[in-house]
């Protein structure tokens, strides 16, 4: 289990789209399949999976929230052929964000939006080795358009193991907006890559809850740890879920977190799931209480 999974909300098509993303990479399977009962939108299909190796997490939650291009997803191909490949698939139903084309930055390069709504990037890259194929690609708009490489830094403060590994800014006239600064920022946390960019066109996207990062801890402790860090809008805060500084969401959760849901009896389950669902910060001691009916 990694440390950091992107989760995806869907309304009900979680099963449908990740059955369709796992079509389109190889080295991509189910891991888990589990059913968490009685959520305010009813019974929520939470799916977790890899694809090109690398894991992700889906829940048909509800219609709550949608994607935007303020997260989307970065593929590195190595042949031409890949490109096309995956942007025919994408195309299908979707809509065009950047037309794929050669650009300065990369020999062949587009950005599209399928038809659930999420965002890839699809990168032709030649010359250097891919270590992951997949990047999750942060947008930084409006209130927070300019402050790219800051939240890069702050990041990698927060996780050990991370660091900022490039940064590059853009040149006098190269974006209309006055307060963006960098146009590619290349971080990792925990050995996970990330990308970031400032928005060079005033847009409006923000980040939402439709796409928030997963953070697995081994304990208690961590789980402080990473709340005390990260977490900024209180009223943001339940069920292990926050917001950030820069309005992007995590999940503070124990890296057994799914099997809340399926270990023990119906009843021990469902009283889990209750004490969740009141909680903000998870406590791991109190879920234990409540499945022994303390």
Not at 99 to 126: A, H, K, M
Not at 138 to 158: I, M, Q, T, W
Request: aromatic share 14%; charged share 25%.
């Amino acid at each position: 289990m990694k440390n950091i999974v992107p989760h995806l909300w869907f309304d009900q098509e979680a099963k449908e789209a990740v059955t369709f993303y796992m079509s389109l990479f190889e080295d991509s399977r189910m891991l888990r399949d589990i059913v968490i009962e009685d959520t305010p939108s009813g019974d929520a299909p939470l799916h977790y999976f890899t694809l090109a190796g690398q894991e992700f997490a889906a829940i048909s939650g509800g219609p709550y929230f949608k994607f935007n291009p303020s997260v989307s997803f970065m593929v590195q191909c190595k042949e031409k052929e890949e490109v096309d490949r995956l942007w025919k698939a994408f195309a299908e139903g979707g809509e065009v964000l950047m037309e794929l084309n050669s650009y300065p930055f990369s020999p062949y390069y587009g950005w599209i939006q399928d038809r659930f709504g999420l965002s890839w990037q699809l990168s032709l890259v030649e010359a250097e080795p891919i270590s992951q194929k997949i990047l999750p690609c942060l947008l930084f708009a409006k209130d927070v358009c300019g402050k790219a490489e800051e939240a890069g830094n702050f990041y990698a403060s927060v996780f050990p193991e991370s660091s900022v590994d490039f940064v590059s800014f853009y040149q006098e006239g190269e974006a209309s907006s006055a307060k963006a600064k960098v146009n590619y920022l290349q971080f990792s946390l925990q050995k996970m890559l990330f990308t970031a960019m400032d928005h060079a066109m005033e847009g409006e996207e923000i980040f939402t809850e439709a796409l928030s990062f997963i953070v697995n801890c081994k304990d208690q402790e961590e789980i402080d740890y990473f709340w005390d860090h990260l977490s900024f809008v209180k009223e943001a805060e339940q069920c292990g879920w926050i917001k950030d500084k820069y309005g992007l969401s995590w999940q503070i959760v124990p890296e057994d977190f799914d099997d809340i849901f399926v270990t023990g009896s119906k009843e021990e389950v469902k009283r889990v799931t209750e004490a969740l669902l009141e909680m903000k910060k998870l406590d791991i001691a109190a879920l234990e209480k409540a499945r022994l009916g303390e």
